[in-house]
């Protein structure tokens, strides 16, 4: 397994809390009419993808600054939930919205802490859970396949985050011409839980999958392997 951990910056956390930089992640979770975990799940790796691959982050673009900076930090994602008119008013601050069979998340420019704007600043953070939902059918074939690690107890806010930081490696191991081809189509991507059984098999293709090791700050122990990426599965 190809090991992401030293793919981008990973200088020491600032010393004030609120200069730590991450990128928002909101997902969108109605009370009545939850979404499936694994759909939403994939609009949250599909809109990371969006948003890294954009060309607003390029060296000319208005994102570039912020988004430079935080690959230079330590990279964090912090994902909320919003339903209703939190989930209207969270699409007017600039980000990248995917919705995939009727499940919808937002991918943020990456701030400061202290810069989060305050229509995000107020989403929960706790609460992002739903029952798990394994996928049986076949995966697409212009997706990125990304493999969760099912013998982790993560919530579904915690499992968008990791996704997102998979997309990001995965776009950073793949040749050049293939990460733009995956652009052009939207950055499809087939979120999957791994069994103990399917994660050793995929941990043993090696340099066929790139892994994101967590820090433990939150959810698991530092260093597990929580997502793994398929390289092979896109072309």
């Not at 810069?115 to 697409?140: M, Y």
């Not at 069994?195 to 260093?223: H, K, N």
């Amino acid at each position: 397994m190809a090991d992401g951990a030293d793919r981008f910056g990973s200088r020491h956390d600032p010393n004030d809390p609120g200069d730590v930089r991450a990128m928002p992640m909101v997902l969108h979770i109605p009370k009545a009419e939850p979404p499936a975990r694994s759909a939403l799940l994939r609009a949250a790796a599909t809109a990371t993808a969006l948003v890294c691959l954009d060309p607003r982050v390029g060296p000319d673009g208005p994102w570039h600054g912020e988004y430079t900076a935080w690959l230079d930090a330590r990279i964090r994602k912090v994902s909320r939930r919003a339903r209703g008119a939190q989930w209207a008013a969270a699409q007017e601050v600039d980000g990248i919205t995917t919705t995939v069979d009727g499940a919808s998340a937002r991918a943020y420019v990456p701030c400061r802490l202290r810069d989060l704007d305050p229509r995000l600043r107020k989403l929960q953070v706790e609460g992002t859970d739903l029952p798990l939902d394994d996928r049986t059918d076949a995966p697409d074939p212009d997706a990125l396949v990304l493999w969760v690690n099912g013998t982790l107890d993560m919530t579904v806010g915690k499992t968008a985050a990791q996704v997102g930081h998979a997309v990001m490696l995965a776009a950073g191991r793949l040749p050049v011409e293939t990460v733009e081809r995956w652009f052009r189509r939207g950055c499809p991507t087939d979120v999957r839980i791994a069994d103990e059984a399917r994660w050793t098999e995929s941990i043993a293709l090696g340099d066929a999958v790139v892994g994101v090791r967590d820090a433990g700050y939150t959810e698991v122990a530092p260093g597990s392997t929580t997502v793994l990426a398929d390289l092979r599965s896109i072309t």
